[in-house]
């Protein structure tokens, strides 16, 4: 029985109509992260919204996975930059009081 909290990529194949060689592919891309647990390949819940965001632009943008992989990049930095934007502003803020 996997622990709760995971997933195995069969089920996610089958959930999202997905092929399992697919996965393999973000896997050897290091995209997702994969635990094998009880000799079943699994991703925990955490990742889940990620794999959507992959599946979402390889389906709907026939994206292939380099170009997941780029933007996923992409969208880190701009997470991380909107984090610093937010630090900074909050310093200012601090200044002006």
Not at 30 to 58: A, M, N
Request: with cysteine; hydrophobic share 35%.
């Amino acid at each position: 029985m996997i622990p709760e909290g995971y997933i195995s990529i069969e089920r996610l194949s089958s959930l999202y109509k997905v092929r399992l060689t697919f996965f393999e592919e973000l896997d050897d891309y290091g995209l997702i992260r994969f635990q094998t647990l009880e000799h079943l390949r699994c991703v925990h819940e955490d990742e889940i919204k990620k794999i959507e965001i992959i599946i979402r632009l390889h389906h709907e943008l026939e994206i292939n996975t380099p170009g997941i992989e780029t933007i996923l990049h992409l969208l880190k930095k701009v997470e991380n930059l909107q984090e610093e934007l937010q630090r900074i502003q909050n310093r200012l803020d601090l200044y002006e009081d």
